[in-house]
Nanobody, 123 residues
Framework: QVRLVESGGGLVQAGGSLGLSCAASALAFSRLYMGWFRQAPGEEREFVAAIGWVGSSSDVTDSVKGRFTISRHNANNTVYLQMTSLKPEDSAVYYC????????????????WGQGTQVTVSS
């Protein structure tokens, strides 16, 4: 069983930065493929970024590429999402997710989810 707890959401002005953290309680955290997703009101949940167990294989959706960085610290069982140059359209509930497996963007392929953290970017 894997439990995920996100933190770090909040309110920020457009152009600002915010960092999210996801703490995982799991055996063999380094084997988990970790992802960040987001869901805005009235919209479907969408992939944001993901990272493999060695930390070198990251995947970032085009809309945030160059602005968001995903990283992980296996010793601390934590994955991070550093967000810069934030835009109002980045406002959403951000979810951390995990799966035992290889690179994947599909929501249905992730078995474990956090409760989400709200990010609001004001214009």
């Amino acid at each position: 069983q894997v439990r995920l707890v996100e933190s770090g959401g909040g309110l920020v002005q457009a152009g600002g930065s915010l960092g999210l953290s996801c703490a995982a309680s799991a055996l063999a955290f380094s084997r988990l493929y970790m992802g960040w997703f987001r869901q805005a009101p009235g919209e479907e949940r969408e992939f944001v970024a993901a990272i493999g167990w060695v930390g070198s294989s990251s995947d970032v959706t085009d809309s945030v590429k160059g602005r968001f960085t995903i990283s992980r610290h296996n010793a601390n069982n934590t994955v991070y999402l550093q967000m810069t140059s934030l835009k109002p359209e980045d406002s959403a509930v951000y979810y951390c997710a995990a799966r035992y497996g290889s690179k994947q963007r599909a929501i249905s392929r992730y078995n474990y989810w956090g409760q989400g953290t709200q990010v609001t970017v004001s214009s």
